[in-house]
C-alpha cells in the first residue's frame, strides 16, 4: 500500500494552503500554472453538468497530500505514511 501513496506524492500534485475546502483546487491550479479562480469556476460549472465532479472532489481530497506529504486516506488506513504535524486549518473542512 505504501507503493500506492507514494506513486501519489510523485506526481507533484498536492493540495494547496491556499484553500477554500480542502486545497484541492488550489493545488490542481498551482500544478497547472493557472489562476485559482479560473479553475474554481470551472468547477463549479462542471457541479452543474452532469457527471461526479463533486465525488472527483472528494475523492482527490483523500488522496492528494498536503503541502507536507501527508494523505488523508493512508492516515485513515493505518498506513504508516509520512505523519504531518496538525496546525490550524488542517481538519477535514481547513
Known amino acids: 500500500m505504501d507503493s500506492f501513496f507514494n506513486a501519489i506524492r510523485s506526481t507533484g500534485l498536492r493540495r494547496s494552503p491556499r484553500r477554500l475546502l480542502g486545497g484541492v483546487l488550489g493545488g490542481l491550479a498551482e500544478r ?25 472532489y472528494v475523492i482527490a481530497w483523500a488522496l492528494l497530500p498536503d503541502p507536507n506529504g501527508a494523505i488523508i486516506l493512508e492516515r485513515l488506513v493505518g498506513g504508516g505514511g509520512r505523519r504531518a504535524v496538525r496546525g490550524p486549518g488542517d481538519g477535514p473542512m481547513g
Open 32 to 56: 497547472l500554472n493557472v489562476d485559482v479562480m479560473f479553475v474554481r469556476i470551472v468547477f463549479i460549472v462542471l457541479c452543474f453538468l452532469p457527471g461526479p465532479a463533486v465525488l472527483a
